[in-house]
Nanobody
Framework: QVQLVESGGGLVQAGGSLRLSCTAF????????VGWFRQAPGKEREPVAR????????NSAASVRGRFAISRDNAKNTVYLQMNSLKPEDTAVYYC????????????????WGQGTQVTVSS
């Protein structure tokens, strides 16, 4: 069992930055691939970024590429999402998800999910 806890969300002006953290408690986090998803009010949940268990492979959605960066520190059981040049359309609840199957993280069907952290970007 793994519990994922997100933190770092908040209110920021357009153009600003935030760093989200996803900290895992329980099972061996270093064996899990991790992803960030987000869901804005009235919209479908969408993938944001993913990182492999070793951290050697990352990818991100076109809408955030060049602005957001995902990284991990397995010694701290934590994955980060650095968000720069934030836009009002980035406003959403951001969720962390993890699974030993990369495909599950990719498709949003991973076993483990956090409770989410709110990010609000004002114009």
């Amino acid at each position: 069992q793994v519990q994922l806890v997100e933190s770092g969300g908040g209110l920021v002006q357009a153009g600003g930055s935030l760093r989200l953290s996803c900290t895992a408690f329980g099972d061996t986090f270093s064996t899990m691939h991790v992803g960030w998803f987000r869901q804005a009010p009235g919209k479908e949940r969408e993938p944001v970024a993913r990182i492999s268990s070793s951290g050697g492979m990352t990818n991100s959605a076109a809408s955030v590429r060049g602005r957001f960066a995902i990284s991990r520190d397995n010694a701290k059981n934590t994955v980060y999402l650095q968000m720069n040049s934030l836009k009002p359309e980035d406003t959403a609840v951001y969720y962390c998800t993890a699974d030993r199957a990369y495909g599950a993280v990719l498709s949003g069907t991973a076993v483990y999910w956090g409770q989410g952290t709110q990010v609000t970007v004002s114009s």
